[in-house]
């Protein structure tokens, strides 16, 4: 595929979406559309950021991005004194919290999770992608709500450790 015919795709698949941003990494390049600030512009990146995480490509299968953040944060309901480790979404997609509707859900709050264990689905393009935990703890908040569109990137998950 071109690099302009996937940057086509891109536009079509953003503006089909209520994303604002969809990067994809193919190789050393990295491809980035959005509507932030204004209309939807194409951004072409030579080179990864080093920095940042890799954008992946709706329908691959990719680890939940994970990030530690203070319990004193203003959220309500996070406790005072632990870590809570921040589980979020490695792709624009749908939301699922459970395998079909009217079953149970992967993880509830208060679930205690394993690593390994699914904790959802996020639908991109047809495709259902199970997100799976990549720490073992328990589950303290739950920021999505089911059949919710997600963007790359956003906490979906606020999981306190075990020790």
């Known amino acids: 595929m071109t690099d302009l015919a996937l940057l086509k795709e891109l536009l079509a698949l953003l503006d089909a979406s209520s994303a604002t941003t969809i990067e994809i990494r193919r190789g050393f390049t990295t491809y980035r559309v959005s509507r932030e600030g ?84 996020i639908e991109a393009m047809k495709i259902m992608n199970e997100l799976e935990s990549e720490v073992s703890g328990v589950v303290k908040e739950i920021l999505v709500e089911d059949a919710q569109p997600v963007e790359f990137g956003q906490v979906l998950f606020r999981v306190e450790p075990s020790v």
């Open 38 to 121: 204004g209309p939807v512009a194409p951004v072409y990146l030579s080179a990864p950021n080093p920095g940042s995480a890799a954008g992946t490509a709706a329908g691959a299968q990719s680890p939940a991005g994970v990030a530690a953040t203070g319990g004193g944060d203003a959220t309500a309901g996070a406790p005072s004194a632990t870590r809570l480790l921040e589980v979020k979404s490695p792709m624009v997609g749908t939301f699922y919290r459970s395998p079909e509707p009217g079953s149970e859900p992967y993880a509830k709050v208060g679930s205690r999770v394993a690593t390994g264990q699914t904790l959802c689905i």
